[in-house]
Protein backbone atom coordinates (compact mmCIF):
# COMPACT_ATOMS: atom_id res chain seq x y z
CA UNK A 1 0.00 0.00 0.00
CA UNK A 2 1.47 3.25 -1.29
CA UNK A 3 1.32 7.47 -0.51
CA UNK A 4 -0.01 8.87 2.52
CA UNK A 5 -3.04 7.05 4.38
CA UNK A 6 -5.01 8.34 7.44
CA UNK A 7 -8.21 7.86 9.37
CA UNK A 8 -11.16 9.95 8.36
CA UNK A 9 -12.94 11.08 11.46
CA UNK A 10 -16.31 10.16 11.33
CA UNK A 11 -19.10 8.62 13.30
CA UNK A 12 -17.80 5.42 11.74
CA UNK A 13 -16.29 2.57 14.80
CA UNK A 14 -12.32 2.27 14.66
CA UNK A 15 -12.69 -0.92 12.31
CA UNK A 16 -15.30 0.51 10.05
CA UNK A 17 -12.74 3.28 9.27
CA UNK A 18 -9.85 1.02 8.54
CA UNK A 19 -12.03 -0.88 6.35
CA UNK A 20 -12.39 2.18 4.64
CA UNK A 21 -8.36 3.52 4.14
CA UNK A 22 -7.98 0.05 2.41
CA UNK A 23 -10.98 -0.06 0.70
CA UNK A 24 -10.36 3.85 -0.56
CA UNK A 25 -6.81 2.53 -1.70
CA UNK A 26 -8.02 -0.77 -4.00
CA UNK A 27 -11.17 1.39 -5.11
CA UNK A 28 -8.15 4.61 -6.54
CA UNK A 29 -5.52 1.83 -7.93
CA UNK A 30 -3.43 2.83 -5.45
CA UNK A 31 -2.58 -1.02 -5.24
CA UNK A 32 -2.98 -3.81 -7.81
CA UNK A 33 -3.90 -7.01 -7.44
CA UNK A 34 -1.72 -9.43 -5.90
CA UNK A 35 -0.26 -6.50 -3.57
CA UNK A 36 0.79 -7.07 -0.19
CA UNK A 37 -1.05 -4.97 2.70
CA UNK A 38 1.07 -3.72 5.28
CA UNK A 39 1.44 -5.83 8.69
CA UNK A 40 -1.07 -5.85 10.61
CA UNK A 41 1.90 -3.77 13.38
CA UNK A 42 2.51 -1.85 10.42
CA UNK A 43 -0.48 -0.68 9.39
CA UNK A 44 -1.60 -0.22 13.04
CA UNK A 45 1.04 2.15 13.64
CA UNK A 46 0.23 4.10 10.79
CA UNK A 47 -3.17 4.97 11.78
CA UNK A 48 -2.49 5.16 15.51
CA UNK A 49 -4.77 2.48 16.55
CA UNK A 50 -4.87 -1.21 18.20
CA UNK A 51 -3.57 -4.27 16.26
CA UNK A 52 -7.15 -5.97 17.04
CA UNK A 53 -8.59 -3.01 15.39
CA UNK A 54 -6.83 -3.95 12.30
CA UNK A 55 -7.23 -7.60 12.71
CA UNK A 56 -10.87 -7.03 12.77
CA UNK A 57 -10.54 -4.98 10.03
CA UNK A 58 -8.45 -7.28 8.12
CA UNK A 59 -10.87 -10.08 8.62
CA UNK A 60 -14.23 -8.31 7.62
CA UNK A 61 -12.22 -7.63 4.60
CA UNK A 62 -11.37 -11.18 3.49
CA UNK A 63 -14.61 -12.35 4.41
CA UNK A 64 -16.14 -9.19 1.89
CA UNK A 65 -13.21 -11.18 -0.67
CA UNK A 66 -11.75 -7.47 -1.13
CA UNK A 67 -8.63 -8.87 0.40
CA UNK A 68 -6.90 -12.80 0.72
CA UNK A 69 -5.13 -13.95 3.73
CA UNK A 70 -1.93 -16.24 3.00
CA UNK A 71 -0.65 -18.03 6.17
CA UNK A 72 2.55 -17.49 7.12
CA UNK A 73 2.77 -14.43 4.50
CA UNK A 74 0.16 -11.45 5.23
CA UNK A 75 -2.81 -10.36 3.84
CA UNK A 76 -2.62 -9.53 -0.16
CA UNK A 77 -4.99 -7.66 -2.64
CA UNK A 78 -7.50 -10.17 -3.86
CA UNK A 79 -6.59 -10.81 -7.44
CA UNK A 80 -9.83 -9.26 -9.05
CA UNK A 81 -10.15 -5.36 -8.22
CA UNK A 82 -13.86 -3.13 -8.42
CA UNK A 83 -14.41 -0.92 -11.07
CA UNK A 84 -12.63 2.40 -10.98
CA UNK A 85 -14.12 5.09 -8.41
CA UNK A 86 -13.30 8.66 -8.82
CA UNK A 87 -14.99 9.53 -5.98
CA UNK A 88 -12.91 7.35 -3.81
CA UNK A 89 -9.71 8.13 -5.62
CA UNK A 90 -8.89 11.46 -3.63
CA UNK A 91 -9.79 12.81 -0.08
CA UNK A 92 -13.55 12.21 1.25
CA UNK A 93 -15.15 16.07 0.41
CA UNK A 94 -18.21 17.20 1.49
CA UNK A 95 -20.46 16.59 -1.90
CA UNK A 96 -21.32 20.93 -1.41
CA UNK A 97 -17.55 21.30 -2.11
CA UNK A 98 -16.59 17.82 -4.25
CA UNK A 99 -15.61 19.02 -7.84
CA UNK A 100 -18.04 16.32 -9.98
CA UNK A 101 -20.71 16.64 -8.07
CA UNK A 102 -20.89 20.54 -8.49
CA UNK A 103 -20.32 19.79 -12.05
CA UNK A 104 -23.46 17.39 -12.17
CA UNK A 105 -25.27 19.79 -9.87
CA UNK A 106 -25.00 22.34 -12.48
CA UNK A 107 -25.81 20.50 -15.43
CA UNK A 108 -29.14 18.63 -13.91
CA UNK A 109 -29.85 22.14 -12.88
CA UNK A 110 -33.65 22.94 -13.54
CA UNK A 111 -34.32 25.57 -16.02
CA UNK A 112 -35.70 27.64 -12.91
CA UNK A 113 -32.67 27.53 -10.91
CA UNK A 114 -29.75 30.23 -10.88
CA UNK A 115 -26.67 29.06 -11.65
CA UNK A 116 -23.83 32.13 -10.38
CA UNK A 117 -21.39 29.53 -10.08
CA UNK A 118 -21.54 27.52 -13.23
CA UNK A 119 -18.58 28.33 -16.01
CA UNK A 120 -20.51 28.91 -18.87
CA UNK A 121 -22.58 31.94 -19.99
CA UNK A 122 -26.33 31.70 -20.23
CA UNK A 123 -28.24 30.08 -23.74
CA UNK A 124 -29.23 33.71 -24.43
CA UNK A 125 -25.84 35.00 -24.53
CA UNK A 126 -25.10 33.01 -27.24
CA UNK A 127 -26.04 33.29 -31.13
CA UNK A 128 -28.23 30.42 -31.40
CA UNK A 129 -29.96 32.82 -34.87
CA UNK A 130 -26.54 32.52 -36.39
CA UNK A 131 -26.08 29.04 -35.82
CA UNK A 132 -29.22 28.13 -36.38
CA UNK A 133 -28.82 29.97 -39.85
CA UNK A 134 -25.28 28.23 -40.72
CA UNK A 135 -26.83 24.85 -40.09
CA UNK A 136 -29.32 25.46 -43.07
CA UNK A 137 -26.49 26.58 -45.37
CA UNK A 138 -24.23 23.88 -43.96
CA UNK A 139 -27.27 21.02 -45.04
CA UNK A 140 -27.72 22.80 -48.64
CA UNK A 141 -24.25 22.26 -49.50
CA UNK A 142 -23.10 19.02 -51.03
CA UNK A 143 -19.48 19.66 -49.89
CA UNK A 144 -20.39 19.34 -46.27
CA UNK A 145 -19.50 16.08 -44.55
CA UNK A 146 -23.12 14.93 -42.62
CA UNK A 147 -22.08 10.86 -42.59
CA UNK A 148 -18.12 10.26 -42.61
CA UNK A 149 -15.56 10.23 -39.77
CA UNK A 150 -13.12 13.70 -39.78
CA UNK A 151 -9.66 13.44 -40.98
CA UNK A 152 -6.95 12.55 -38.39
CA UNK A 153 -5.75 15.77 -38.00
CA UNK A 154 -8.92 17.19 -37.97
CA UNK A 155 -10.78 19.70 -40.80
CA UNK A 156 -7.56 20.98 -42.49
CA UNK A 157 -9.19 24.61 -43.50
CA UNK A 158 -10.55 25.22 -39.61
CA UNK A 159 -6.53 24.62 -38.91
CA UNK A 160 -5.64 26.53 -41.09
CA UNK A 161 -7.77 29.79 -39.74
CA UNK A 162 -6.40 28.62 -36.69
CA UNK A 163 -2.96 29.01 -37.21
CA UNK A 164 -3.36 32.39 -38.30
CA UNK A 165 -5.44 33.77 -35.17
CA UNK A 166 -2.55 31.89 -32.51
CA UNK A 167 -0.38 33.71 -35.00
CA UNK A 168 -2.22 37.04 -33.76
CA UNK A 169 -1.33 36.47 -30.28
CA UNK A 170 2.41 35.61 -31.28
CA UNK A 171 2.01 31.93 -31.38
CA UNK A 172 3.67 30.11 -34.09
CA UNK A 173 1.73 27.39 -34.80
CA UNK A 174 1.82 26.19 -38.66
CA UNK A 175 -1.35 24.23 -39.38
CA UNK A 176 -0.01 20.65 -38.82
CA UNK A 177 1.07 21.03 -35.42
CA UNK A 178 -2.64 21.87 -34.62
CA UNK A 179 -5.03 18.57 -33.75
CA UNK A 180 -8.55 19.33 -33.72
CA UNK A 181 -10.53 17.65 -30.11
CA UNK A 182 -13.67 17.45 -28.98
CA UNK A 183 -13.45 20.31 -26.42
CA UNK A 184 -10.27 21.72 -23.68
CA UNK A 185 -11.37 18.79 -21.63
CA UNK A 186 -10.55 16.16 -23.98
CA UNK A 187 -7.29 17.50 -25.06
CA UNK A 188 -5.99 17.44 -21.69
CA UNK A 189 -7.41 13.91 -21.30
CA UNK A 190 -5.16 13.18 -24.20
CA UNK A 191 -2.39 15.30 -23.46
CA UNK A 192 -2.51 12.92 -19.56
CA UNK A 193 -2.49 9.93 -21.83
CA UNK A 194 0.19 10.95 -23.68
CA UNK A 195 2.43 12.18 -20.79
CA UNK A 196 1.73 10.51 -17.61
CA UNK A 197 2.07 7.12 -15.94
CA UNK A 198 -0.15 6.59 -12.83
CA UNK A 199 1.41 8.15 -10.00
CA UNK A 200 3.27 10.79 -11.91
CA UNK A 201 2.98 14.27 -10.21
CA UNK A 202 1.23 17.33 -11.57
CA UNK A 203 1.60 20.55 -10.86
CA UNK A 204 -1.42 23.13 -10.64
CA UNK A 205 -2.84 26.54 -9.13
CA UNK A 206 -4.20 26.75 -5.76
CA UNK A 207 -6.82 27.66 -6.78
CA UNK A 208 -7.53 26.48 -9.97
CA UNK A 209 -10.14 25.17 -12.25
CA UNK A 210 -11.82 22.06 -10.33
CA UNK A 211 -12.28 19.72 -12.94
CA UNK A 212 -8.43 19.49 -13.39
CA UNK A 213 -8.57 17.73 -9.88
CA UNK A 214 -10.92 14.79 -11.10
CA UNK A 215 -9.26 14.62 -14.34
CA UNK A 216 -6.02 14.02 -13.08
CA UNK A 217 -7.49 11.68 -10.38
CA UNK A 218 -8.99 10.07 -12.82
CA UNK A 219 -5.38 9.19 -14.26
CA UNK A 220 -4.20 8.03 -11.13
CA UNK A 221 -1.88 11.56 -10.83
CA UNK A 222 -0.32 12.79 -7.97
CA UNK A 223 -1.64 16.39 -7.64
CA UNK A 224 0.68 19.10 -6.08
CA UNK A 225 -0.58 22.73 -6.02
CA UNK A 226 1.23 26.44 -5.97
CA UNK A 227 -0.19 29.21 -4.70
CA UNK A 228 -1.74 31.82 -7.18
CA UNK A 229 -0.93 35.30 -6.68
CA UNK A 230 -2.51 38.46 -8.42
CA UNK A 231 0.52 37.98 -11.37
CA UNK A 232 0.93 34.11 -11.47
CA UNK A 233 2.44 31.52 -9.82
CA UNK A 234 4.08 32.39 -6.44
CA UNK A 235 7.73 31.60 -7.75
CA UNK A 236 9.84 30.96 -4.97
CA UNK A 237 7.03 28.01 -4.05
CA UNK A 238 6.80 27.05 -7.71
CA UNK A 239 10.54 26.11 -7.73
CA UNK A 240 10.43 24.22 -4.66
CA UNK A 241 7.95 22.57 -5.72
CA UNK A 242 9.82 21.31 -9.17
CA UNK A 243 12.65 20.48 -6.67
CA UNK A 244 11.18 18.53 -4.23
CA UNK A 245 8.29 16.92 -6.21
CA UNK A 246 9.49 16.28 -9.92
CA UNK A 247 6.27 17.27 -11.35
CA UNK A 248 5.73 15.50 -15.25
CA UNK A 249 3.64 18.52 -16.19
CA UNK A 250 2.12 21.82 -14.91
CA UNK A 251 -1.44 22.55 -16.30
CA UNK A 252 -2.64 26.40 -15.78
CA UNK A 253 -4.00 29.17 -17.43
CA UNK A 254 -2.29 32.27 -18.71
CA UNK A 255 -4.87 34.70 -19.06
CA UNK A 256 -8.45 34.91 -17.76
CA UNK A 257 -7.46 32.38 -15.13
CA UNK A 258 -10.06 30.46 -13.61
CA UNK A 259 -11.33 31.17 -11.09
CA UNK A 260 -9.66 34.08 -10.11
CA UNK A 261 -9.89 35.92 -13.35
CA UNK A 262 -5.85 37.22 -12.92
CA UNK A 263 -3.31 37.04 -15.86
CA UNK A 264 0.41 36.07 -15.85
CA UNK A 265 2.86 38.77 -15.92
CA UNK A 266 5.53 38.95 -18.70
CA UNK A 267 8.05 38.60 -15.76
CA UNK A 268 6.73 35.65 -14.19
CA UNK A 269 6.33 34.01 -17.48
CA UNK A 270 9.86 34.17 -18.59
CA UNK A 271 10.88 33.04 -14.37
CA UNK A 272 8.44 30.18 -14.79
CA UNK A 273 10.00 28.96 -18.50
CA UNK A 274 12.89 29.73 -17.31
CA UNK A 275 12.09 27.10 -14.08
CA UNK A 276 10.31 24.50 -16.88
CA UNK A 277 13.90 24.28 -18.52
CA UNK A 278 15.67 24.11 -15.62
CA UNK A 279 13.50 21.35 -14.06
CA UNK A 280 12.27 19.27 -16.98
CA UNK A 281 9.02 20.60 -17.20
CA UNK A 282 6.03 20.54 -19.89
CA UNK A 283 3.29 23.12 -19.67
CA UNK A 284 -0.42 22.91 -20.76
CA UNK A 285 -1.13 26.31 -21.37
CA UNK A 286 -5.17 26.36 -21.09
CA UNK A 287 -6.56 28.89 -23.14
CA UNK A 288 -10.16 28.49 -23.83
CA UNK A 289 -10.83 32.32 -22.53
CA UNK A 290 -8.91 33.53 -24.67
CA UNK A 291 -11.62 35.31 -27.03
CA UNK A 292 -12.96 37.16 -23.42
CA UNK A 293 -9.81 39.40 -23.52
CA UNK A 294 -9.64 43.11 -24.96
CA UNK A 295 -6.20 43.00 -25.11
CA UNK A 296 -4.45 40.05 -25.50
CA UNK A 297 -1.93 38.73 -22.64
CA UNK A 298 1.41 36.76 -22.44
CA UNK A 299 0.99 33.78 -23.67
CA UNK A 300 3.64 31.11 -22.24
CA UNK A 301 3.46 29.11 -25.69
CA UNK A 302 4.57 32.31 -27.93
CA UNK A 303 7.53 32.92 -25.33
CA UNK A 304 8.53 29.48 -25.37
CA UNK A 305 7.84 28.81 -29.07
CA UNK A 306 6.04 25.46 -28.17
CA UNK A 307 8.99 23.81 -27.16
CA UNK A 308 7.67 22.31 -23.56
CA UNK A 309 4.51 24.84 -23.73
CA UNK A 310 1.40 22.92 -25.24
CA UNK A 311 -1.61 24.96 -26.26
CA UNK A 312 -5.20 24.16 -25.94
CA UNK A 313 -8.16 25.88 -26.52
CA UNK A 314 -12.06 25.58 -27.60
CA UNK A 315 -15.10 27.07 -29.11
CA UNK A 316 -17.36 25.59 -25.89
CA UNK A 317 -17.38 28.79 -23.49
CA UNK A 318 -17.74 31.74 -25.97
CA UNK A 319 -20.08 29.98 -28.91
CA UNK A 320 -21.63 26.64 -28.26
CA UNK A 321 -21.37 23.67 -25.49
CA UNK A 322 -23.61 21.68 -27.61
CA UNK A 323 -20.69 22.19 -30.72
CA UNK A 324 -17.96 20.62 -29.62
CA UNK A 325 -14.45 21.50 -30.88
CA UNK A 326 -11.60 22.17 -29.66
CA UNK A 327 -7.76 22.23 -30.40
CA UNK A 328 -4.21 21.10 -29.27
CA UNK A 329 -1.29 22.87 -30.69
CA UNK A 330 2.25 21.56 -29.82
CA UNK A 331 5.46 19.94 -31.07
CA UNK A 332 5.63 18.50 -34.76
CA UNK A 333 7.06 15.08 -32.70
CA UNK A 334 4.25 15.02 -30.23
CA UNK A 335 1.33 15.65 -32.70
CA UNK A 336 1.94 13.16 -34.40
CA UNK A 337 1.84 10.49 -31.25
CA UNK A 338 -1.34 12.67 -30.05
CA UNK A 339 -3.41 12.11 -33.27
CA UNK A 340 -2.28 8.57 -32.70
CA UNK A 341 -4.04 8.31 -29.42
CA UNK A 342 -6.93 10.77 -30.28
CA UNK A 343 -7.39 7.85 -33.25
CA UNK A 344 -6.63 4.50 -30.26
CA UNK A 345 -9.60 6.35 -27.77
CA UNK A 346 -12.18 8.32 -30.20
CA UNK A 347 -11.35 7.12 -33.77
CA UNK A 348 -12.82 10.19 -35.19
CA UNK A 349 -13.29 14.08 -34.33
CA UNK A 350 -16.31 15.86 -34.78
CA UNK A 351 -16.30 16.87 -38.46
CA UNK A 352 -19.62 18.72 -38.63
CA UNK A 353 -18.80 20.81 -35.52
CA UNK A 354 -15.73 21.65 -37.47
CA UNK A 355 -17.55 22.36 -40.43
CA UNK A 356 -20.00 24.80 -38.48
CA UNK A 357 -17.31 25.92 -36.79
CA UNK A 358 -15.22 27.39 -39.82
CA UNK A 359 -18.96 28.11 -40.98
CA UNK A 360 -18.92 31.20 -38.06
CA UNK A 361 -15.54 32.58 -38.15
CA UNK A 362 -15.20 32.96 -41.50
CA UNK A 363 -18.47 34.97 -42.64
CA UNK A 364 -17.67 37.25 -39.55
CA UNK A 365 -20.52 35.62 -37.07
CA UNK A 366 -18.25 34.72 -34.53
CA UNK A 367 -16.39 38.54 -34.88
CA UNK A 368 -19.21 40.52 -33.96
CA UNK A 369 -20.59 38.16 -31.48
CA UNK A 370 -17.31 38.04 -29.18
CA UNK A 371 -17.21 41.66 -30.00
CA UNK A 372 -20.46 41.99 -27.95
CA UNK A 373 -19.71 39.26 -25.44
CA UNK A 374 -16.52 41.13 -24.46
CA UNK A 375 -18.95 44.33 -24.10
CA UNK A 376 -21.23 42.85 -21.79
CA UNK A 377 -19.28 41.15 -19.88
CA UNK A 378 -17.46 44.05 -18.93
CA UNK A 379 -20.71 46.02 -17.92
CA UNK A 380 -22.16 43.03 -15.95
CA UNK A 381 -18.71 42.81 -14.34
CA UNK A 382 -18.67 46.19 -12.97
CA UNK A 383 -22.66 46.28 -12.12
CA UNK A 384 -22.25 42.98 -10.60
CA UNK A 385 -19.37 43.55 -8.51
CA UNK A 386 -20.83 46.77 -7.05
CA UNK A 387 -23.77 44.90 -5.92
CA UNK A 388 -21.24 42.04 -4.40
CA UNK A 389 -19.75 44.45 -2.55
CA UNK A 390 -22.26 46.14 -1.26
CA UNK A 391 -23.69 43.17 0.79
CA UNK A 392 -19.98 42.79 1.70
CA UNK A 393 -18.36 40.47 -1.09
CA UNK A 394 -14.81 41.88 -1.85
CA UNK A 395 -13.38 40.54 -4.98
CA UNK A 396 -10.12 39.15 -5.16
CA UNK A 397 -9.20 41.54 -7.87
CA UNK A 398 -11.40 43.36 -10.21
CA UNK A 399 -10.22 41.40 -13.51
CA UNK A 400 -9.86 43.16 -16.93
CA UNK A 401 -12.04 40.78 -18.73
CA UNK A 402 -13.56 37.12 -18.58
CA UNK A 403 -16.74 36.16 -16.57
CA UNK A 404 -15.37 35.53 -13.28
CA UNK A 405 -15.30 37.21 -10.06
CA UNK A 406 -13.54 35.16 -7.10
CA UNK A 407 -14.50 36.64 -3.61
CA UNK A 408 -13.43 36.90 -0.28
CA UNK A 409 -16.37 36.35 2.18
CA UNK A 410 -17.25 38.29 5.39
CA UNK A 411 -14.84 36.57 8.14
CA UNK A 412 -16.51 33.59 9.97
CA UNK A 413 -18.72 32.85 6.80
CA UNK A 414 -18.11 29.11 5.41
CA UNK A 415 -18.26 29.38 1.56
CA UNK A 416 -19.33 25.51 1.81
CA UNK A 417 -22.30 26.38 4.42
CA UNK A 418 -23.10 28.93 2.61
CA UNK A 419 -23.78 26.92 -0.91
CA UNK A 420 -26.13 24.17 1.20
CA UNK A 421 -28.54 27.22 2.51
CA UNK A 422 -28.45 29.00 -0.86
CA UNK A 423 -29.44 26.03 -3.34
CA UNK A 424 -32.76 25.49 -0.53
CA UNK A 425 -33.08 28.48 -2.10
CA UNK A 426 -32.85 27.41 -5.84
CA UNK A 427 -29.25 28.99 -6.24
CA UNK A 428 -26.47 26.93 -7.24
CA UNK A 429 -23.19 28.76 -5.88
CA UNK A 430 -19.25 27.69 -6.03
CA UNK A 431 -17.16 27.36 -3.07
CA UNK A 432 -14.24 28.30 -2.95
CA UNK A 433 -12.54 24.79 -1.54
CA UNK A 434 -13.93 23.21 -4.78
CA UNK A 435 -11.07 25.12 -7.03
CA UNK A 436 -8.37 23.96 -3.86
CA UNK A 437 -6.47 20.88 -3.77
CA UNK A 438 -5.54 21.96 -0.45
CA UNK A 439 -8.87 22.82 0.31
CA UNK A 440 -7.37 26.38 2.07
CA UNK A 441 -9.81 28.85 0.33
CA UNK A 442 -13.48 27.89 2.95
CA UNK A 443 -13.51 31.64 2.90
CA UNK A 444 -14.22 31.98 -1.17
CA UNK A 445 -16.62 31.83 -3.64
CA UNK A 446 -16.21 32.30 -7.49
CA UNK A 447 -19.31 34.07 -9.08
CA UNK A 448 -20.62 34.13 -12.95
CA UNK A 449 -21.08 37.83 -13.41
CA UNK A 450 -23.11 36.28 -17.10
CA UNK A 451 -24.91 34.30 -14.88
CA UNK A 452 -25.96 37.15 -11.93
CA UNK A 453 -28.48 39.00 -13.74
CA UNK A 454 -31.43 37.76 -11.44
CA UNK A 455 -32.10 40.94 -9.40
CA UNK A 456 -33.53 38.04 -6.92
CA UNK A 457 -30.05 36.85 -6.46
CA UNK A 458 -28.44 39.03 -4.17
CA UNK A 459 -31.23 39.06 -1.55
CA UNK A 460 -30.71 35.11 -1.40
CA UNK A 461 -26.87 35.50 -0.73
CA UNK A 462 -27.43 37.99 1.56
CA UNK A 463 -29.81 35.91 3.59
CA UNK A 464 -27.02 32.76 2.97
CA UNK A 465 -24.20 34.62 4.13
CA UNK A 466 -26.29 35.54 7.89
CA UNK A 467 -27.51 32.38 7.98
CA UNK A 468 -24.07 31.12 7.49
CA UNK A 469 -22.45 33.65 10.08
CA UNK A 470 -25.04 32.58 12.96
CA UNK A 471 -24.54 29.03 12.51
CA UNK A 472 -21.12 29.46 12.63
CA UNK A 473 -21.08 31.89 15.52
CA UNK A 474 -23.34 29.03 17.90
CA UNK A 475 -21.17 26.25 16.71
CA UNK A 476 -18.43 28.34 18.18
CA UNK A 477 -20.02 28.95 20.97
Avoid at 412 to 438: H, K, Q
Avoid at 442 to 457: E, H, I, K, T
Wanted: aromatic content about 8%; some cysteine.
Amino acid sequence: MTGPISLEKNSATLVEQVMAVVRKQIASRATAPGVKLPSIRGLARKLNVSKSTVVDAYDRLVAEGAIQSRPGSGFYIAGHLPPFSLSESGPRLDRDVDPVWMTRRSLDAAENLLKPGCGWLPASWMPEADIRRALRLLARDDSTNLTDYGTPHGLPALRQLLSRRLADREIEAPPHQIMLTESGTQAIDLLCRFFLEPGNTVLVDDPCYFNFHALLRAHRANVVSVAYTRSGPDLALFEQALADHSPRLYITNSALHNPTGATLSPAIAHRVLKLAEHYDLIIVEDDIFADFERQPAPRLAAFDGLDRVIHIGSFSKTLSAAVRCGFIATRADWIEEIVDLKLATAFGGGAFSADLVLALLKDGTYRKHVGGLRSRLAESMGRVGERLKRIGLDPWIEPDAGMFLWCRLPAGVDAADMARSAIAEGIVLAPGNAFSPTRGFGGYMRFNVAQCSDPGLFPVLERAMHTTAKTSQRTRA
